[in-house]
């Protein structure tokens, strides 16, 4: 079964695994259970669903992730953060991957890492990515062995330590973005599920980050109906 829109890297794979069986079966995994990686990585993605299995793929190897919706968010994020890796979708509203990418190497940061994620797989898509600024390209929908290859590439290998630690880690680094919050409090509502917490409360953020901008600016349009419709 293929999926549409289809792309070229995801029909390639598909004709080889009917015409080379052999070869498909023989094909080297990587797991979450033979890897483990170091790192902080920012996904810029503007699908909920994509941002999901990205995440979820990468702690299960240990990395520490922040997401932004689009290139503007992306932006500002690399520069309040230091981040080991990019991985930047290229369609997506405000600011797209390339025009993030560009204005990113001007402001200086020439060494990060930005790889693209995205459904154009052509190789003169490739090429507009690396002429960006782009260092690497990986197709979607995301195959978790190309994608740990990807991440292995680009990251060091660290630790194995337990998932505990690793969202222990994630609060850390978002501690100044959570004043006010009692976490402890907040995890004890969730049965103690401190991955799952986590979780809940970096969606809700993402999604409502702009939320107290956007209630200040209906009120003072007087356009009360707006302010209720948010809350």
């Not at 630690?165 to 009692?182: C, F, R, S, Y």
Request: aromatic letters at 6%.
């Amino acid at each position: 079964m293929l999926i549409k829109p289809i792309n070229a890297s995801v029909l390639f794979d598909a004709i080889l695994r009917l015409l080379t069986p052999e070869k498909a079966a023989a094909k080297p995994l990587i797991t979450a259970d033979s890897l483990w990686l170091s790192g902080r990585v920012l996904l810029v993605e503007d699908n909920p669903i994509n941002q999901a299995v990205a995440l979820e793929l990468m702690h299960t190897v240990g990395l520490v992730a922040d997401t932004a919706d689009n290139g503007a968010e992306a932006l500002e994020a690399v520069q309040q953060h230091d981040y080991d890796l990019v991985l930047m979708d290229l369609q997506m509203p405000v600011m797209d991957g390339l025009q993030a990418t560009a204005m990113i190497r001007q402001k200086g940061l020439v060494d990060l890492p930005i790889v693209a994620m995205t459904a154009h797989a052509m190789e003169g898509d490739k090429q507009r990515c690396l002429a960006s600024g782009m260092n690497d390209h990986i197709p979607k929908p995301i195959d978790p062995d190309q994608f740990f290859q990807l991440l292995r590439q680009w990251l060091p290998e660290g630790e194995p330590v337990a998932r505990d630690k690793v969202v222990e880690q994630q609060l850390h680094n978002n501690l100044n973005e959570l004043e006010g919050i009692d976490i402890e409090w907040g995890i004890t509502r969730v049965g103690g599920n401190r991955g799952l917490y986590f979780k809940l409360l970096s969606d809700f953020y993402w999604h409502h980050k702009a939320s107290l901008a956007e209630a200040e600016a209906a009120i003072a349009q007087g356009d009360y109906d707006s302010v209720i419709a948010k809350r």
